[in-house]
């Protein structure tokens, strides 16, 4: 599994994607910080940028990648190597190159604009850990639609249609059930629903940091009294190792059956 | 003015009258209640640093009281400690502690009912149930005193500055933490509250019910229940006040409810929860105010007619302005919005787009508390976006005409 990781780690770090994403991060950052000249401010609109971007390049990549190295597969798995160690190494080859694409994207930046050295720091560790996660999770949902898809075309749409689920379509569900169950207490549905969906909870994760002022508010301070504690800090990290695994699970399993 | 002159007056008055100066020493077994009751009206008595636990000590005559060094009274938890029984009462610089908490009555450390010219100026108070309590008074003067004490909750704490059926009352200078409410009026017209600090009060920093034609100005609410909350009154006018960091479930910078005709200009709303709330406030002037930071910059229930909103700055706040009816009948025209999208092609600094200052989440919320977790998604966003284009839920005509593209300084 690890000589796996290991050459297909070099391979894409080493390829012009994770190159074109590391320096598209770059400029992001490096834009919203010269214009903004304030790390909290340019820390909000990065949010709903990695919020956006991390899931879709997560999930378009790992699904290219996949169905790119098809006929490699086919060559590796001919030798005596388990599927598990072989998809479980170019999953982690993928992923971990794009979340260092992202962080060096992200980081640098920062970095040069002294983010340790002021009060902003928390934020954006907290912006990091979500963004990683994201690419993390949408790494392995790709990688499990793709397995358990032959074709390509019928991959590709159901993983457009799994990222504008998670983006838009859940949290559409989610208010329209807030609004049509409006006189019932919601606030424990709310927490619920929120740690159901990746995108949802890295953005209550940075939100907390950010709109301190909002959430105290009446409901705002049930939320923030909940997430904001070292309980609700433990589940959203629960959550997004659970929605790592579960899919990586899935993918082996659709793997195991697979016939090449 | 009228005011000052007023003040300024007494100031001469006990001057020209006083007689003669008696140093009380606590240190020679000087008792302050016998020191008192020798005295000749409008003498001045000289207290010397030390400490006197005489229980309530009563003032029955114009007397100008001056500790030296803050001589400490201490009440020792069981009473009231000083009661003004007599107009022109001068107290300077005691260090006031510790009075008992009653259910019963209104214990204060110092009081004052149906007087006229007292004048309470650069004392301590600690620990005092309710610090200055001063009922039925008229033209009198609270300057520069520390009040504090560490109340835990409502019921069993009192106001550090209480007026009650008064007028013409000059409050200057003081500083207010850790009561129920900091300064508290009810049923006191023409009066000034002006460069007062009020801080980590469990209620409000400053309270009006009943009040009419008062003033308060350039005074720092911070970390209270609610800033300051005006209620039932007219015209009150509200300048250059600070209200910062007041949060909580049920908080506010300023609360206004059911007020008429007031001004409300000159001040800094920074990291409340809620701005303002206004409910059943009309006729209300709000100008030159800045709102940076607030969780919701104002809440303008359907029930506030005929304000003018205009020259303020919305800066950064997580919603600018909600309401909960579909009609405006307030003007929101010419002030600055940070979230303002249009452009400005004839360079007159004013946005050739009319701004709607209500976001359709912000609807949303109002009606349903628990979609704020849904804030900053991007369903969120692209709703806000639709709704701008076409608005279907939000007040049409709720907009501002001519939104400045710049802020105000």
Redesign the interface.
């Known amino acids: 599994m690890l000589k796996i990781f290991k050459y297909s780690f070099q391979d894409l770090i080493r390829s012009k994607w994770s190159f074109i994403l590391g320096l598209f991060y770059m400029a992001v950052t490096f834009g919203l910080l010269y214009m903004s000249n304030d790390l909290s401010?340019a820390i909000v609109s990065l949010?709903?940028i990695i919020?956006?971007i991390n899931p879709l390049v997560g999930i378009m990549l790992g699904i290219m990648y996949y169905y790119n190295s098809r006929d490699f597969s086919e060559l590796l798995l001919a030798q005596p190597i388990k599927r598990k160690d072989y998809f479980l190494g170019q999953y982690l080859g993928l992923s971990l190159s794009l979340v260092i694409s992202f962080v060096l994207g992200l980081g640098v930046p920062f970095l040069l604009y002294g983010v340790l050295v002021s009060d902003a720091v928390v934020n954006f560790l907290t912006l990091m850990f979500a963004g990683s996660a994201l690419v993390l999770i949408f790494c392995a949902l790709a990688f499990w639609v793709a397995t358990a898809n032959e074709n390509k075309i019928k991959g590709f749409g159901k993983a457009i249609l799994l990222w504008l689920f998670f983006?838009?379509l859940y949290?559409?569900i989610?208010?329209l059930s807030?609004?049509v169950f409006?006189s019932y207490p919601?606030?424990k549905?709310?927490?619920a629903a929120?740690l159901l969906n990746p995108?949802?909870f890295s953005?209550?994760l940075i939100?907390l940091q950010l709109?301190?002022?909002?959430?105290?508010?009446?409901?705002?301070?049930v939320?923030n009294k909940f997430f904001g504690s070292y309980v609700g800090i433990l589940l959203i990290t629960g959550a997004a190792v659970i929605w790592v695994i579960s899919p990586i699970f899935m993918m082996l399993r659709a793997a195991k059956r697979k016939d090449f | 003015m009228k005011l000052f002159l007023l003040l300024l007056s007494s100031l001469f008055c006990i001057n020209s009258f006083g007689q003669s100066a008696v140093v009380v020493d606590p240190a020679k077994g000087a008792s302050l209640m016998e020191a008192i009751a020798d005295a000749a009206p409008f003498d001045t008595l000289l207290v010397q640093p030390g400490t006197f636990k005489e229980g309530r000590i009563i003032i029955d005559k114009p007397l100008f009281i001056l500790g030296v060094g803050y001589p400490v009274i201490d009440g020792e938890g069981k009473t009231e400690i000083i009661t003004i029984l007599s107009d022109s009462v001068t107290i300077q610089g005691l260090q006031i502690q510790n009075v008992g908490v009653s259910y019963i009555e209104d214990r204060a450390g110092i009081s004052a009912e149906k007087q006229t010219h007292i004048r309470i100026i650069d004392n301590k108070l600690y620990n005092t149930f309710f610090g200055v309590y001063l009922k039925n008074s008229s033209h009198c003067l609270i300057q520069g005193n520390e009040i504090k004490a560490d109340a835990v909750n409502e019921i069993s704490s009192g106001n550090a500055i209480q007026l009650w059926y008064c007028n013409n009352i000059l409050v200057q200078d003081n500083h207010a933490s850790g009561h129920r409410d900091g300064i508290y009026l009810e049923f006191v017209d023409d009066s000034r509250i002006e460069n007062n600090t009020s801080t980590n009060n469990i209620r409000y920093g400053l309270h009006f019910m009943f009040s009419n034609r008062d003033q308060y100005v350039g005074n720092t609410f911070e970390l209270n229940g609610a800033g300051v909350a005006v209620m039932f009154s007219k015209k009150i006018t509200m300048q250059y006040n600070r209200f910062i960091?007041n949060?909580?479930?049920?908080?506010y910078g300023l609360l206004l409810k059911e007020i008429y005709d007031g001004t409300i200009s000159n001040n800094t709303f920074l990291?409340?929860?809620?701005g303002i709330y206004g409910e059943g406030a009309n006729r209300l002037e709000v100008h030159h105010n800045t709102f940076e930071?607030?969780?919701?910059a104002l809440k303008v229930l359907g029930s506030c007619m005929d304000n003018t909103f205009t020259n303020n700055n919305f800066i950064?706040n997580?919603?600018d302005l909600t309401t909960n009816n579909n009609r405006s009948y307030n003007n929101y025209d010419g002030n600055y919005w940070s979230d303002y999208t249009g452009y400005d092609l004839d360079k007159d600094g004013i946005g050739d787009v009319p701004h709607r200052p209500i976001k359709l989440f912000s609807y949303?919320v109002t009606?349903?508390?628990?979609?704020?977790?849904?804030?900053?998604?991007?369903?969120?966003?692209?709703l806000n976006f639709t709704e701008k284009v076409t608005p279907a839920f939000t007040p049409e005509l709720l907009q501002d005409t001519t939104p400045l593209m710049k802020p105000l300084l």
């Open positions: 401010r949010m709903n919020l956006f983006a838009i949290d559409g989610f208010l807030l609004l409006e919601l606030e549905f709310s927490i929120t995108i949802d953005r209550v939100m709109d301190v002022s909002l959430l105290f508010g009446y409901t705002g301070a939320f | 960091n949060k909580g479930t049920a908080s990291g409340n929860t809620t930071k607030n969780g919701w950064n997580n919603f949303i009606r349903s508390d628990a979609s704020i977790i849904l804030l900053r998604s991007l369903l969120v966003d692209v």
